[in-house]
């Protein structure tokens, strides 16, 4: 499977959502995952497979920002991902191997990465943000 493409001119938050606020530590696209880097303060794009630390995930981005501009992300609720993402309903989702992605928990079968969890895919392109980060190396698994 791939990651979700998501569609940024199409990324809302719901009516639940719930947010942070901060500066942006590089540049961002909306609805990339995002981690607050304790060395700066600053939120960055997570990744599952670079340290602990960037699989922290904090929320996903809900617009673009350069490096130093604030960015808002949601932390918490529904968040609207696009019809390019598409989430199927019901299906987990996780903190991707790319960099600001996110990727269906099937991707995961490799094992060798720490495991974050995002969400649930629900109805209308969105998905039901359950964010936990682990801090665990997941195993190889088999789906079928």
């Known amino acids: ?11 809302l ?4 959502a719930d ?13 990339q995952t995002i981690y607050q880097d304790t060395m700066d303060n600053l939120l960055k794009l997570s990744d599952a497979d670079a340290s602990v630390a960037k699989a922290n995930t904090k929320g996903l981005a809900l617009h673009g920002a350069s ?11 529904t968040i609207t991902l ?12 996780k903190l991707s191997l790319t960099a600001g992605g996110i990727s269906p928990i099937e991707d995961m079968d490799v094992g060798g ?17 359950n964010i936990y980060a682990s801090g665990q190396v997941s195993p190889a698994f088999v789906t079928v």
């Open 113 to 129: 990465q720490y495991d974050t969890n995002i969400g649930v895919g629900a109805a209308n392109n969105t998905v039901k943000l």
């Open 13 to 16: 938050a719901g009516t639940d």
């Open 82 to 93: 696009g019809a390019g993402a598409a989430p199927v309903v019901g299906k987990v989702y």
């Open 19 to 31: 947010f942070y606020d901060g500066v942006a530590g590089v540049t961002v696209t909306a609805g």
């Open 1 to 11: 499977m791939a990651d979700l493409v998501v569609t940024p001119a199409q990324v």
């Open 67 to 77: 490096a130093g501009q604030p960015l808002r992300i949601q932390t918490g609720g």
